[in-house]
């Protein structure tokens, strides 16, 4: 019996545009995914599918039906499927390389008040694209609380080459904080124009080589700081962090709106310390309330992006990893890097004897 002839180049990426991409609402052949097709007469299919992020959450079902897809055509023998990923510049922005050579996206992490976990959330961020295989580096704009340098416990000071900072590096993720210039304990006694200023520099003269992403954990509030970001630079997005009580949740969404106000999307409200794990009883404890940030999500119009638990060992230097990357050696996705809650508290009662302390 004679075996069927190959698929044409036609046949094959008709049954691939069945992908859809479920962020960008389009199928993975008008995206421009599918490259380098090759059919060869024998039957073997050959092309490599590349993704927009390597974090992308659903890499692996991408794969799969793929694979299925270009398998199931008739006369293929065989599929070679390769997985790349090409981080491209903000859709609809100017480029950051215009303003800092070699980045090709901007992510700011901000909040309303201080003392919410953003530089713990900015620092997890960060090194969960950059274990997804991205090329990331974390600029601690927080000119008057730089929290990276003693969160990751770095005290070494960056060398200049070229008139050019050359960043420090931790987890395969670069690094530039005010901290590392200054000192973790000099206070910073500056006017806003001074603090403008410095974030220009450590945004245009410092070496960061080339980046996908380039995480900025911003001071919080919505002063110089952050209108000088987010003037100078096309950030692809800003994610708010927040806890719980309606202090903080209150002046979160007033950041959010700022944002949205400079033409800054908002990629999502983060809730952390939503929760604790009592180490007595092993019960959930909701100390702050919980699913605020999810019920302003949905007023807003705007995602969020999960709630996160409280760790007493999150509170100490990051001395071997970030806590919420050292469960497991392949990272989540980068809008889920941490494993979040979406469901109603439960009513929590202490099983252990005497109270829980």
């Given at each position: 019996?004679?075996?069927?002839?190959?698929?044409?180049?036609?046949?094959?990426?008709?049954?691939?545009?069945?992908?859809?991409?479920?962020?960008?609402?389009?199928?993975?052949?008008?995206?421009?995914?599918?490259?380098?097709?090759?059919?060869?007469?024998?039957?073997?299919v050959a092309f490599t599918f590349e993704l927009t992020t390597p974090a992308c959450p659903v890499r692996d079902r991408f794969q799969t039906m793929a694979h299925k897809l270009v398998s199931d055509l008739p006369?293929?023998?065989?599929?070679?499927?390769?997985?790349?990923?090409?981080?491209?510049?903000?859709?609809?922005?100017?480029?950051?390389?215009?303003v800092i050579p070699g980045v090709k996206q901007a992510i700011a992490v901000a909040s309303g008040k201080g003392g919410?976990?953003?530089?713990?959330?900015?620092?997890?961020?960060?090194?969960?694209?950059?274990?997804?295989?991205?090329?990331?580096g974390l600029l601690d704009a927080d000119i008057y609380g730089p929290s990276i340098p003693g969160m990751l416990g770095i005290q070494d000071s960056p060398k200049v080459v070229d008139q050019k900072l050359v960043p420090l590096e931790a987890f395969g993720v670069k690094l530039m904080s005010i901290g590392?210039?200054?000192?973790?304990?000099?206070?910073?006694?500056?006017?806003?124009?001074?603090?403008?200023?410095?974030?220009?520099?450590?945004?245009?003269?410092?070496?960061?080589?080339?980046?996908?992403?380039?995480?900025?954990?911003?001071?919080?509030?919505?002063?110089?700081?952050?209108?000088?970001?987010?003037?100078?630079?096309?950030?692809?997005?800003?994610?708010?962090?927040?806890?719980?009580?309606?202090?903080?949740?209150?002046?979160?969404v007033k950041a959010l709106q700022m944002f949205r106000g400079l033409n800054v999307s908002p990629l999502g409200l983060v809730e952390n310390m939503s929760w604790f794990v009592c180490g007595r009883c092993s019960e959930e404890h909701f100390i702050f309330d919980h699913g605020g940030a999810e019920r302003a999500a949905r007023r807003l119009g705007c995602r969020t992006s999960g709630a996160y638990r409280l760790r007493r060992r999150s509170a100490r230097r990051l001395t071997r990893a970030p806590r919420w990357l050292s469960r497991n050696q392949t990272p989540p996705a980068p809008r889920h890097f941490a494993r979040s809650r979406q469901r109603s508290p439960p009513e929590s009662r202490c099983r252990a004897s005497g109270s829980c302390r």
């Amino acid at each position: 019996m004679l075996s069927s002839a190959p698929p044409s180049t036609d046949q094959v990426l008709a049954v691939l545009a069945a992908i859809q991409d479920p962020d960008l609402g389009r199928d993975v052949v008008s995206l421009g995914m599918i490259k380098d097709l090759v059919i060869a007469g024998n039957g073997r299919v050959a092309f490599t599918f590349e993704l927009t992020t390597p974090a992308c959450p659903v890499r692996d079902r991408f794969q799969t039906m793929a694979h299925k897809l270009v398998s199931d055509l008739p006369g293929v023998t065989a599929v070679d499927l390769k997985m790349t990923a090409n981080v491209r510049s903000a859709f609809n922005r100017p480029n950051p390389t215009q303003v800092i050579p070699g980045v090709k996206q901007a992510i700011a992490v901000a909040s309303g008040k201080g003392g919410v976990g953003k530089s713990t959330v900015a620092i997890n961020l960060a090194c969960a694209l950059g274990l997804s295989g991205a090329r990331v580096g974390l600029l601690d704009a927080d000119i008057y609380g730089p929290s990276i340098p003693g969160m990751l416990g770095i005290q070494d000071s960056p060398k200049v080459v070229d008139q050019k900072l050359v960043p420090l590096e931790a987890f395969g993720v670069k690094l530039m904080s005010i901290g590392f210039l200054a000192g973790a304990d000099k206070a910073m006694v500056w006017r806003g124009p001074m603090v403008a200023r410095a974030i220009e520099q450590m945004l245009t003269d410092v070496s960061w080589g080339e980046l996908d992403y380039l995480v900025i954990d911003l001071p919080p509030g919505t002063g110089d700081a952050s209108l000088t970001l987010a003037q100078a630079v096309p950030l692809a997005g800003v994610a708010i962090v927040c806890t719980p009580q309606s202090a903080a949740l209150n002046i979160a969404v007033k950041a959010l709106q700022m944002f949205r106000g400079l033409n800054v999307s908002p990629l999502g409200l983060v809730e952390n310390m939503s929760w604790f794990v009592c180490g007595r009883c092993s019960e959930e404890h909701f100390i702050f309330d919980h699913g605020g940030a999810e019920r302003a999500a949905r007023r807003l119009g705007c995602r969020t992006s999960g709630a996160y638990r409280l760790r007493r060992r999150s509170a100490r230097r990051l001395t071997r990893a970030p806590r919420w990357l050292s469960r497991n050696q392949t990272p989540p996705a980068p809008r889920h890097f941490a494993r979040s809650r979406q469901r109603s508290p439960p009513e929590s009662r202490c099983r252990a004897s005497g109270s829980c302390r």
